[in-house]
């Protein structure tokens, strides 16, 4: 027997899934894709965007 949670009008866990109304969240990140994440910008980031093209264009 299935285990079904109702977390509002469109939201449920079925069995440890969640579903948007009656498809399965991951079946859909599957098919369609998910957001990109964009990580935070590091030191190193910084450094490669601004400081070496400087570099680079420096007469020697």
């Known amino acids: 027997m299935a ?3 109702r977390l509002d009008e469109c939201l449920s866990i079925r069995d440890g899934r969640l579903f948007v109304e009656e498809c399965d969240a991951d079946q ?3 098919r369609f894709g998910t ?3 964009k ?3 590091t030191v190193a980031d910084v450094f490669m965007r ?11």
């Open 35 to 37: 957001p990109g994440i």
């Open 28 to 30: 859909l990140a599957r």
């Open 50 to 60: 601004d400081l070496v093209p400087l570099r680079l264009r420096r007469p020697r």
């Open 3 to 5: 285990v079904q949670t």
């Open 39 to 41: 990580r935070p910008e």
